[in-house]
């Protein structure tokens, strides 16, 4: 069992960065992947990026490549989404999830998810 707790949303202006934390209990945190997804109003939630168990392998959505960065500290059991050059479309409640060793863009691949932080990218 895995519990997800996301940190570190706000208000930023439009080229500004925020870094997400996600910090994780359970003594398996290791053994799993870890996603972040998105969901802005009105659509549905997408895949932002994933990083694998030993943060070896890492993914990301095409919108957010170049700008957004995933890594993990398996000791602190936690994982981060540095996210700069913040776009007002990048406005969404953000989510990290744990999955399978290997990081995956597919929702249902992931079995725990935190509650969601808060993004919002002014223009």
């Known amino acids: 069992q895995v519990q997800l707790v996301e940190s570190g949303g706000g208000l930023v202006q439009a080229g500004g960065s925020l870094r997400l934390s996600c910090a994780a209990s359970?003594?398996?945190?290791?053994?799993?992947?870890m996603g972040w997804f998105r969901q802005a109003p009105g659509k549905e939630r997408e895949f932002v990026g994933a990083i694998s168990w030993n943060g070896g392998i890492t993914r990301y959505e095409d919108s957010v490549k170049g700008r957004f960065a995933i890594s993990r500290d398996n000791a602190k059991r936690t994982v981060y989404l540095q996210m700069n050059s913040l776009k007002p479309e990048d406005t969404a409640v953000y989510y990290c999830?744990?999955?399978?060793?290997?990081?995956?863009?597919?929702?249902?691949?992931?079995?725990?998810w935190g509650q969601g932080t808060q993004v919002t990218v002014s223009s």
């Open positions: 359970g003594r398996t945190f290791s053994r799993y992947a």
């Open positions: 999830a744990a999955g399978p060793i290997l990081p995956s863009s597919i929702i249902r691949d992931y079995n725990y």
